[in-house]
């Protein structure tokens, strides 16, 4: 019996011993669970990184790498290496904090050059590096064209002279990497032309040239206008007249017919000729009487009958000589004093010039350019919607030759017809074809960003509730069974229990059994286990041992 008791013993020991283990294994297993509930919510809020600058220098990427470190702020690079990416919450604010540090430079040396000049340097060092300062910074103004990706400046200032006759224009090169897709116009680049000629003391327009990374000329200020050829200017003149009659005469045939019911094009023949006439113009003369006198010469000459006019010379200068006729008397005279008519008669011319003045007109005109010298002008306009009052059902009609005409007088008035210079209007009534849908291909599931985003968080979540369940299962439930199911009851010697609790092969909980029942079931078990020692009891049971 005593041995008996002793299995008993040694088997309720190692059932504290499995209990302990088995509380081991459950704190074990509530470690893990834990660990694995941190990894997956750490996994879950991993922040997502965009772009905070992208082709920079590797200079530029040096210092920004030391800020970022310096604001404590988490970065990594892309899978290219070309970019630097940080938290999408602080992309914004990261990039005003850098831009106030003059973060990223682009690789131009400005004016900040000069901050750093050492005692005793020669003029020549200080003369190139304000010109490198000067390079730089008008880089970084023509950078800020939004056009623009990357530009470089070559300055060539000559040296300065006492001579006028050696002096120098300097002149400066730009070479402009624009953003794909993007070009300049006329306009813009003859804004960068005088933006660097009014930054660089003495510098024309002339000695400015502007080239494009694929080696266009952009500033080819030699092109001349040919006769048939037209600058941006006038095609941009030409197409805004156009424009502008398009949309007058839609404008005022829309509320007739609907506002997609019409479309109009126009074509227009611009002179860019420029005349200049002057015209200097002559009247008929007028009568005396009208007319303004401008100088008048009165001349009278007297002479006696039988005298000639003497011969030139000095004969003819001479004083008359004295008189040999008598003297005439009262006898001879008439009553006026005159001499009687038997004296010598004179001869008298008399001479008149009149000068008037001329009627002259001068008159000088110069036209401008840019005179309209033809249009020509299409308009198509849709059928008329009809609306049934009854079934409220739209179906279209042709117009009428009133609507037609109608129509026609508005687009002439709106459009200035002129039938002098040549203009033409062609008005045509047709129902409109329906517009083609674009059918834009379907983008499969496994390529679609918002989706490969959407399973990237399902699978996220979706991994860290099975590895949740998995430990679970395999790891706390079966310790949980064993923690809350009570060990078999230990039999000691000289203990009587009424009942114990027995556990079946699943870990259900049996019937219970009263402790007698039991006890002769554990020495059946014994007797079967280990005959032997069953053998031995008895043999001292009988010899009269304990």
Known sequence: MAAADAALANEGSTGVLAQMGGKLLLVAGIAAVVAVMVVFWLWSQQPDYRVLFSNYSDKDGGAIVAALEKLNVPYKFSDSGTAIMVPAAQVHQVRLKLAADGLPKGGNIGFELLENQKFGVSQFVEQVNFQRGLEGELERSIQSIAAVEVARIHLAIPKPSVFVRDQQKPTASVLLNLRPGRTLDAQQVSAVVHLVASSVPNLPTTNVTVVDQNGNLLSDTTKKMGAKNLDPEQLKYVEEIQQSIVKRVESIISPIVGAKNVRAEASAEIDFSVQEQAAETYKPNQQPDAAAVRSMQSNETKSANGETAGVPGALSNQPPPAATAPITTEANADANGQPASNATPTNTEKNLTTNYEVDKTVSYRQQPMGGVKRLNVAVVVNNMPVVDKKTGKVSYRALTVA???????????????????????????????????????????????RVIENVKDVLRFAVGVIALLIIYRKVLKPLLNKLTTPPKAAVNQGEAPDAVVSISADGSNAAEKPAYTQKIETAKQIAKDNPRMVASVVANWTNGNE
Request: hydrophobic letters at 40%; charged letters at 20%.
């Open 403 to 449: 609507e037609k005409t109608q129509i026609n007088d508005l687009a002439m008035q709106a459009m200035g017809f002129n039938k002098e210079r040549g203009d033409s209007l062609a008005i045509v009534n047709t129902p409109f074809a329906g517009e083609p849908q674009e059918v834009l291909p379907a983008i499969p599931l496994w390529e679609n960003p």
